[in-house]
């Protein structure tokens, strides 16, 4: 949707390092998510410009248990036709189709899903509503026969105050959901977090 901004970034990707051989080498690609508390929606998804909250990912990941050795897979990426949250009017196609998911959901007597957090957490990290309204959006774009989005970016405010009062937030992020592997057009290491044992 929004040709408006610079095309190209760099993303990163927070993974096992196991993982990230198999991808940098071109043995595995690159996973998409589509869990329903994604908040992008579906595709596979990078940290833009910060690797360093990339590794930070994966090595939360690790204290859940969910992956053994945090490493990070670096890649370029050419965001396409791209739903830009950071863009006004991206933002609005956002808010009307929320609007229509919302009288579509109450229509269907079905119920609307809520952003959540977990226990103890004071974010809301399940971003179920968020997800559904993302995914709400990709199905009218496709029944219109309107040009799929390659990607979804989005900017998140996240974490403590970086200091009282301040407008600025610890783990402040944007986040790239790239639909269309395609325009994933090259993966490297980030020089400063190779896999373990390299």
Known sequence: MSRLAASFVLGYHGCEARVARKIINCEEPLRASDKKYDWLGPGTYF??????????????????????????????IDLGNCLDLLNRENIE?????????VQEQKRS???????????????????????AVIQFLHEIFE???????????????????????AGFRRRNHIQ??????KLILGLFYPPDYPPAGD
């Open 176 to 181: 790239i959901a790239v639909c269309n592997p």
């Open 109 to 131: 007597g079905l119920p609307i899903p809520a952003n959540r957090s977990l226990e103890g957490e004071p974010e809301r990290i399940l971003r179920f509503l968020d997800r």
């Open 143 to 165: 029944v219109a026969g309107e040009a799929a989005f390659d990607s979804v970016r989005g900017l998140f405010p996240e974490g403590d105050e970086l200091y009282p009062g």
């Open 47 to 76: 940290w833009e410009s910060d690797p360093f909250r990339a590794m930070e990912w994966a090595q939360q990941a690790k204290t859940r248990g969910r992956i053994e050795t945090p490493a990070v897979v670096g890649a370029v």
């Open 93 to 101: 196609l956002v808010r009307d189709a929320h609007r229509l998911f």
